[in-house]
């Protein structure tokens, strides 16, 4: 219920004061210059800078200067997430639940995205609430996994909308409604997500005349409040 993205250097410079030799390894990795930018990048690592740790990580993980090497990805990751790196954190607890370069740890990428939902972050919302959905690393839980699409889907997050939607359709942790499904249904399928689109039509066909009303004036709303202002802000990974 996850997708797996990796954010890569341009991004991880942002707003933020470098320290000495980080703006010219990120520079050195944007030429293409990546034994420069990965032996740059690691000495400042292993000094203790966690965006160092991050972009090192990074570097790893696409076999960026170096051989591919997912185990060394999840330790930079690990490194930069315990200080507080949101992207590192964001990308270790995806490896966590995939199991990739790391043992699978359900619980762990848990502890992460909590983390991370309860700043408000929608990806790791959506995420977590695929986890309470399965009972993996938590105990189950389809009222707390309704809770947290709601509160992604109501960020844009596509995976959320149509997962919520699916929940309506099935009167699942919520009452059934089908003019409800078909609303977030569309929200998602207006962002070309091919499942939600699918599903959309079935829902439509579940609805009476006066319920296609509700369901297209309904779907409009949701388009204007939760498609339209982030439709930018889901182009870019985190």
Not at 17 to 25: I, L, M, T, V
Not at 101 to 118: N, S
Not at 126 to 131: C, E, I, S, V
Not at 223 to 237: A, C, I, L, M
Request: proline share 2%.
């Amino acid at each position: 219920m996850c997708r797996f993205a990796v954010t890569g250097i341009l991004l991880i410079m942002a707003g933020m004061p470098a320290w000495a030799g980080f703006d010219e390894a990120v520079a050195a990795a944007n030429d293409g210059k990546f034994a420069e930018a990965f032996s740059e990048f690691s000495a400042l690592a292993e000094r203790g800078e966690a965006r160092a740790q991050q972009a090192l990580a990074w570097m790893y993980y696409e076999g960026q200067g170096r051989q591919r090497d997912y185990a060394k990805a999840a330790y930079w990751y690990r490194k930069a997430a315990e200080q507080g790196n949101v992207t590192a954190q964001i990308n270790l607890a995806q490896m966590l639940a995939y199991g990739k370069g790391i043992p699978r740890d359900f619980a762990e990428a848990a502890h992460w995205w909590r983390k991370l939902a309860e700043q408000g972050d929608a990806r790791s919302q959506a995420a977590l609430a695929g986890l309470y959905y399965r009972g993996k690393g938590v105990t189950k839980d389809i009222g707390q996994a309704l809770s947290l699409w709601r509160a992604a889907a109501e960020q844009g997050n596509i995976e959320a909308q149509r997962n919520l939607g699916l929940m309506y359709g099935k009167g699942q942790g919520v009452a059934q409604d089908d003019v409800q499904a078909y609303a977030w249904l569309n929200a998602a399928a207006e962002q070309d997500d091919r499942v939600a689109a699918n599903s959309r039509d079935y829902a439509w066909g579940q609805l009476d005349t006066a319920q296609q009303q509700q369901a297209r004036i309904l779907a409009q709303q949701y388009v204007e409040k939760y498609v339209e202002p982030f439709k930018e802000k889901n182009k870019s990974p985190h």
